[in-house]
């Protein structure tokens, strides 16, 4: 089996910063293109950042600048530093990853449970 598991949320003021971290662990060969998303309620789940297996990242406009994505390819894991947090960051934020498991030699969609991020004005 593949986990991708979140970790790192929690509550801040405005101006904060927090780290979000995205382990992936299991039956894996390889992890490709790594990220992550956020979605709040009654809002569409929106694409955050991403990072290429070869260190291209790109970013949504409202986060350019605040936000920066890297990745631990020995550990399978993706960071997000988040700096100058703003009240409408306040979202659940799900990691996102391209892997080929062992069992399976194509690429595949995987993702974690999520974890809450909430910026108190």
């Known amino acids: 089996q593949v986990h991708v598991v979140e970790s790192g949320g929690g509550l801040v003021q405005a101006g904060g910063s927090l780290r979000l971290s995205c382990a992936v662990s299991?039956?894996?060969?390889?992890?490709?293109?790594m990220g992550w998303y956020r979605q709040a309620p009654g809002n569409k789940r929106e694409l955050v950042a991403h990072v290429t297996d070869f260190g291209k990242r790109n970013y949504a406009s409202t986060v350019r600048g605040r936000f920066t994505i890297s990745r631990d390819n020995a550990k399978n894991t993706t960071y997000l530093q988040m700096n100058s947090l703003k009240p409408e960051d306040t979202a659940v934020y799900y990691c996102d990853a391209y892997i080929r498991t062992e069992e399976m030699g194509i690429l595949s969609l995987y993702w974690g449970q999520g974890t809450q991020v909430t910026v108190s004005s």
């Open positions: 299991g039956s894996i060969f390889s992890v490709s293109t």
